[in-house]
């Protein structure tokens, strides 16, 4: 049912992109269910990935974010980093970027696409709920995580950053295959559900019953039985397996550092 995943290059495919109703994006000092821009109230599966494995992913996408678009800057628009001190992609957060770019100092032959121009600001905008997730702890379904990726795809890739777009791609790879499996795995409202299920059709069985009812009885019971076991221990195995492919693609001593 898990198939291995320590090795990222099991991964493959492009990335969808996926695109929500922008709003405006709140930071809070306590942990919310509000994820800004990426809120939506449509969404009715709230699945999440453990909270240590939700924060690894988070935090390699904001850092990989923050590298990507200082050395953006730091290409075309050089003398704006130097008037404000900034040497590295470690002292500028992402959130700030919005603001700072907001103004006309990157030329516009900086993009391949002049078009895309509004939609890089818009994505930065979108994407300082990264951070926020990030910081304040949030628990995003992930569903959400997903479309956070998405979005860091689409700007690395808009400012011809390959490198980071392709490691973002991985990790992206690796989240829609984990989201794949818990849509899958069933609620424990519905385990208990099929457990009584399974309890009545054993004591319908020790019931005088004709051999009919009593075949279709041992039948629900394999299929009530195979559904139970959908929901195992394995997936603990898949969340470390998880963890141990992100060091191997990216160790967290690397997103401390200019990468």
């Known amino acids: 049912m898990t198939a291995s995943i320590s090795n990222p290059a099991n991964f493959s495919g492009p990335a969808t992109q996926v695109q929500a109703n ?8 306590t942990p919310s269910m509000d994820f800004g821009p990426y809120e939506d109230s449509n969404v009715k599966d709230r699945r999440k990935l453990p909270f240590e494995v939700q924060w690894s992913i988070s935090f390699r996408m904001f850092r990989t974010l923050e590298n990507a678009i200082f050395d953006f800057t730091k290409k075309w628009a050089p003398n704006a980093l130097a008037m404000n001190d900034f040497i590295s992609g470690k002292k500028v957060e992402l959130n700030f970027w919005e603001r700072f770019l907001a103004t006309p100092i990157v030329n516009p ?3 391949e696409n002049q078009g895309s121009v509004p939609r890089f600001h ?27 990726l998405a979005d860091s795809i689409e700007l690395t890739t808009m400012i011809g950053d390959e490198t980071r777009a392709h490691k973002l791609d991985q990790i992206y790879q690796m989240v829609h ?48 039985k195979r559904d139970l076991s959908h929901d195992t221990a394995s ?3 898949l969340y470390s397996n998880t963890l141990q492919a992100l060091e191997m693609m990216q160790p967290l001593t690397d997103t401390l550092t200019d990468d």
């Open 22 to 29: 922008r709003v405006r994006t709140q930071a809070h000092i």
């Open 109 to 111: 032959i900086a993009f």
């Open 122 to 148: 818009q994505l930065l905008d979108r994407l300082k709920e990264v951070r926020h997730t990030f910081v304040h702890r949030k628990e995003p379904p992930v569903l959400y995580l997903e479309r956070m």
């Open 177 to 224: 295959y984990m989201a794949s499996l818990l849509r899958d795995q069933i609620s424990n409202e519905t385990k208990t559900i099929l457990e009584d299920r399974l309890q009545a059709g054993r004591r319908a069985q020790d019931m005088s019953i004709d051999w009919l009812e009593s075949n279709r009885l041992k039948k629900q019971e394999i299929e009530i």
């Open 235 to 237: 997936f603990e195995a």
